[in-house]
């Protein structure tokens, strides 16, 4: 009996030992790095503002940027031409760091027309006209030499017309 609570208690601590809490992740005793704040505005308003890292919003706005990096924030406008921006991590004396443009201002330029596809006619194609008949050649005769005829067998299921001889 003792062999079976032994054997349980050991499962069990096994168990236990393969999923721990998230409470007790070590985790949760790193600092989150230091944010700046950066206001971000465009001309027109309304564009969608996203971060490299993530954060997004729809302008004017302001977004907390990890202050340990520099990062690009890209805007999106439909009718616009995407813009993407740079944004610089400028070191202060204090020994913190500040993200500069701050506050971001871009214009953004109204986008290219798509080009337009050549308009389809859905109109009935004209009914062909018959070929004309083939002329026929003339050869010219040299003295002494007969004049040559000649003459095409047409076949009955063929809707050309037979060519006649030379005169």
Request: net charge positive; glycine share 4%; charged share 15%.
């Amino acid at each position: 009996m003792y062999r079976v609570i032994a054997i349980l208690a050991g499962a069990l601590s096994l168990a236990a030992c393969s999923s721990t809490p998230s409470w007790m992740s070590l985790d949760a005793l790193k600092p989150e790095p230091i944010k700046d704040s950066v206001t971000l505005e465009t001309s027109p308003p309304g564009a969608v503002a996203r971060a490299a890292s993530g954060e997004s919003c729809t302008t004017p706005c302001s977004l907390a940027l990890p202050a340990n990096a520099a990062t690009t924030v890209t805007f999106t406008l439909a009718g616009y031409a995407p813009a993407t921006e740079a944004i610089e991590l400028v070191p202060m004396g204090d020994g913190t760091n500040r993200l500069q443009p701050n506050p971001l201002q871009v214009e953004l330029t109204a986008a290219a027309p798509p080009p337009r596809a050549p308009a389809v006619s859905r109109k009935k194609p004209a009914a062909r006209k018959p070929a004309a008949a083939a002329k026929p050649t003339t050869q010219s005769v040299t003295a002494g030499a007969a004049p040559a005829t000649t003459t095409a067998a047409a076949s009955p299921a063929s809707p050309w017309p037979a060519a006649q001889p030379a005169r």
